[in-house]
């Protein structure tokens, strides 16, 4: 058979011993175990940004990987240790909004807030509350080691979900800030922002594609500057006015601000929260939802 991925997603940092620290903890109760790392640089304690990659990026594995996530500054308070079971994987960490982003794909629709949601259709969750699952002790400042690590090998080895602790019907959601759109007969005008600077300075907004789908012409403000129009690729763009700025769709849908052979972070001394709006004119034959 083969075996079930354990994929381990942190703000440890990558020259963090608590990296290796979990992945012993795992090999010693599964020595078999295929451990693999999506990333172990998400901000430190950004609970939210922690949760827009484990959503756009978990549909990437087998359905059957165990995703350990620890994005946890609540560790050791009255948070909830979580085992959430989606159709595309299973969730261990803790219940504090890091799985928003994986749960969002299965909602009716976005909630506008945080909060708490119930667990939809084809989902479950549980409590972790069996102790013979974790460590002894349990540290009051690394759940990941004595609980989220060791409750997923257990679970690699075939452990049923039921045997980890009770169903939960409700658990912590954070809402994405969301672009907004002001519809016109000659155009849109789409107000986003940015959400996340990634290693290499790109700058990623939370406008979709989707949100330009119907667009004849784009064009992106930023920081006082202009963008014309979309390029496909980091080069190859369309002029700009500054002569380095391009905007792009990327492989994850979303709209980055990047320059060529550079950081954009650096050269607007930009970042998470900056205004980016997008003003667009409509194709010949596309019509807005208000017209």
Not at 39 to 48: A, R
Not at 258 to 285: F, K
């Amino acid at each position: 058979m083969d075996s079930i991925p354990i994929v381990l997603t942190t703000d440890f940092g990558a020259s963090s011993p608590a990296v290796g620290v979990m992945k012993g903890v795992i090999l010693t109760i599964n020595s078999q175990a295929n451990i693999l790392d999506l990333t172990h640089q998400v901000s430190p304690q950004n609970v939210l940004q922690g949760a827009r990659i484990l959503g756009g990026s978990h549909g990437y594995f087998p359905r059957s990987a165990i995703h350990v996530a620890v994005v946890d500054p609540g560790v050791g308070t009255s948070r909830q240790a979580l085992l959430l079971t989606t159709p595309h994987g299973r969730f261990v960490g803790p219940d504090n909004g890091l799985f928003s982003g994986v749960i969002l794909g299965y909602l009716s629709e976005s909630p506008s807030a945080d909060g708490s949601v119930a667990i939809p259709s084809g989902c479950s969750a549980r409590a972790l509350t069996q102790a013979k699952y974790w460590l002894d002790p349990v540290s009051n400042t690394f759940h990941g080691r004595d609980i989220f690590s060791p409750v997923a090998a257990h679970l690699s080895l075939g452990i049923p979900d039921s045997d980890v602790g009770p169903v939960v019907d409700k658990i912590r959601f954070l809402a994405s800030p969301q672009p907004s759109i002001e519809y016109s007969s000659q155009g849109n005008t789409i107000r986003g922002e940015v959400v996340q600077s990634d290693h290499f300075g790109n700058l990623i907004t939370n406008i979709t594609a989707r949100d330009l789908a119907q667009a004849a012409t784009v064009t992106v403000q930023i920081k006082g500057r202009e963008i014309p129009g979309l390029s496909k690729t980091f080069h190859g763009a369309a002029p700009t006015v500054d002569g380095e700025l391009v905007a792009l769709i990327s492989s994850s849908g979303y709209l980055e601000i990047a320059v060529t052979d550079g950081s954009a972070a650096n050269y607007l001394d930009s970042g998470p929260g900056e205004a980016v709006n997008i003003h667009t004119s409509h194709a010949p034959d596309s019509h807005s939802p208000e017209s």
